[in-house]
């Protein structure tokens, strides 16, 4: 099937539930779905940002429904996803997208920001994803599509929070899947985009756009792969990496990233 038609075929009237929708990723995801007819529901903490995002695609025919909602508090996100399912009659996909980074630097350690991140990128995501498992069992339907990233190929260097929670993230996914035959879970590993959350970084190997990023991972979910990698060198890197053995891989990190005596 040409890609056009299959994404026409995957999300035209689809409704659509979107966490971390004010930014990034989540901004670039809704833009990418506008053409198809979605039933949008946008959720994070900026209200103000998610208007702007359905105000700049009125003149299409997607609609939009937008609630504030702090993914690290378990019932603001149940009645969120329930709230949605009201207003929308049902909920095909998900995108457990919301995420931060963390100072998780062995030698520049910030607690505040290390417990943030597991409670958002752990936690919201459990959150999100259990909740709206509880509205696809009964439908006998619908995807969880939960961006993780290729940090989780290894414990990376002063990455340890990050890492450790996109790596339960696959995990969990990988879990659940087994278990809910009736439900797509999509695990998406996205490489380095081109978004807040990397604005002003130096040396991010192979940066795309966001809206580049967006159409890849659309297309991934419409194809209904469990898990998607990209870009294509991240896929090899992420494989390369995953294939070292553990005392290889922390030789080679020390030697590589830390100096010699760290
Ligand atoms: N950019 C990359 O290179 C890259 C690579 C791999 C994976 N990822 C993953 O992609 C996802 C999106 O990242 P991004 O690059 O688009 O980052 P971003 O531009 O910083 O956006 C992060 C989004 O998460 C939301 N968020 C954060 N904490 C939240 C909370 N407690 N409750 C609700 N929403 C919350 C933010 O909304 P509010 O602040 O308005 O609440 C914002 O919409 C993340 O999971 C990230 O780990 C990104």
Redesign the pocket.
């Known amino acids: 099937m040409a890609k056009s038609d299959l994404l026409q075929a995957y999300w035209q009237n689809k409704t659509v539930l979107i ?8 901004i670039a995801i809704t833009k990418a779905l506008a053409p198809y007819h979605v039933t949008f529901g946008l ?4 209200k103000d ?1 998610m208007v702007e995002l359905a105000e700049s695609l009125s003149q299409g025919n997607s609609r939009f429904w937008i609630r504030v ?4 508090d378990r019932e603001d996100v149940y009645e969120a996803v329930n709230e949605f399912k009201e207003y929308a009659g049902r909920i095909d996909v998900v995108w457990v ?4 980074g963390a100072k998780s630097n062995l030698f520049k350690w910030e607690w505040e920001s290390f417990e943030s991140c597991m409670q ?2 752990l936690m ?1 995501a459990v959150y999100t994803t259990k909740a709206s498992l509880e509205v696809m069992i009964p439908q006998n339907h619908g995807a969880i599509v939960a ?1 993780s ?1 290729v940090a989780s190929m290894r414990g990376l260097p002063g990455s340890s929070a990050y890492s450790m929670t996109k790596i339960a993230l696959n995990t969990m996914m990988e879990s659940l899947a087994t278990q809910a035959r009736d439900i797509q879970f999509t695990s998406i590993l ?1 490489g ?2 081109e ?4 604005a002003g970084r130096k040396n991010l190997w192979w940066l795309i756009p966001a809206d580049k990023a967006a159409q890849k991972m659309i297309t991934a979910v419409a194809r209904k792969k469990f898990k998607y990698i990209y870009p294509w060198q991240m896929f090899l890197l992420y494989h390369a990496m995953r294939s070292l053995p553990t005392g290889f891989y922390i030789k080679a990190a020390r030697k590589l990233f830390m100096g010699k005596k760290k």
């Not at 966490?19 to 989540?26: E, H, I, K, Y």
């Not at 997208?97 to 931060?100: I, K, L, P, Y």
């Open positions: 966490t971390g929708a004010s930014s990034g990723l989540g959720l994070s903490r900026r940002k909602c702090d993914v690290q997208n919301a995420g931060v958002t990128n919201g961006i990233s996205p380095w985009v978004t807040p959350m990397t």
